[in-house]
């Protein structure tokens, strides 16, 4: 059974550096071809895709925060990071990690998302 | 990065009848196109991916079509459970991209 959850902060103050954690079973990111990305939404709004790093270690960024995210994962292929520095009220938002089975293929698994507030 | 223009914003039917949302790809995306149904406070849940293969489980009342740069999801025979916002999804290129969401209620 395919499962992912996210764990963060849930409030930072404003110019800080926001770290996320994705925890997930069921599967292996060591498996070829598998991927992990990070979405987020603001309330009532659409998705925004974040980031991404496969199976091969290989990352892949939104160009629009670039500058401002860091995709990782740990050496057991269970859990992937997300650092996003220098945050502010725009990035308030719930932020979800989802598996790909290959690069070119949708999110087939969703975690539960976490809520991220951004505020002085 | 490749926009995806999803209409429409937001749709109100009947029990039973039949809805169709479209989304159209600033370029061509070879069928790489899914879509997705979030019900409130929930994640998302893939419903169709290629454009027209439906995911397993999603009941055979959705269906996807289209190609190129324009693609469609259809509701046949709308049941009160479809109560949710779809959003499409292309992931032929990175940045991936979704469209601005469709929110669908009962009338």
């Known amino acids: 059974q395919v499962t992912l959850k996210e764990s963060g902060p849930g409030m930072l103050q404003p110019s800080k550096t926001l770290s996320l954690t994705c925890s997930f079973s069921?599967?292996?990111?060591?498996?070829?071809?598998?991927?992990v990305s990070w979405i987020r939404q603001p309330s009532g709004k659409s998705l925004e895709w974040l980031a991404a790093?496969?199976?091969?270690?290989?990352?892949y960024y939104n160009p629009s925060l670039k500058s401002r995210l860091t995709v990782s994962k740990d050496t057991s292929n269970t859990q992937v990071f997300l650092k996003i520095t220098s945050v502010d009220i725009a990035d308030t938002a719930t932020y979800y990690c989802?598996?790909?089975?290959?690069?070119?293929?949708?999110?087939?698994?969703w975690g539960q998302g976490v809520m991220v507030t951004v505020s002085s | 990065d490749i926009q995806m223009t999803q209409s429409p914003a937001s749709l109100s039917a009947s029990l039973g009848e039949t809805v169709t949302i479209e989304c159209r790809a600033s370029e061509d995306i070879y069928n790489g196109l899914a879509w997705y149904q979030q019900k409130p406070g929930k994640s998302p849940q893939l419903l169709i991916y290629n454009a027209n293969s439906l995911h397993t489980g999603v009941p055979s009342r959705f269906s996807g079509s289209g190609s190129g740069t324009q693609y469609s999801l259809k509701i046949n025979s709308l049941q009160s459970e479809d109560v949710a916002s779809y959003f499409c999804q292309q992931y032929y290129n990175y940045p991936l991209t979704f469209g601005s969401g469709t929110k669908l209620e009962i009338k």
């Open positions: 989802a598996r790909t089975i290959a690069a070119i293929f949708p999110f087939d698994y």
């Open positions: 069921g599967f292996s990111l060591s498996t070829s071809g598998m991927v």
């Open positions: 790093i496969d199976w091969d270690g290989d990352k």
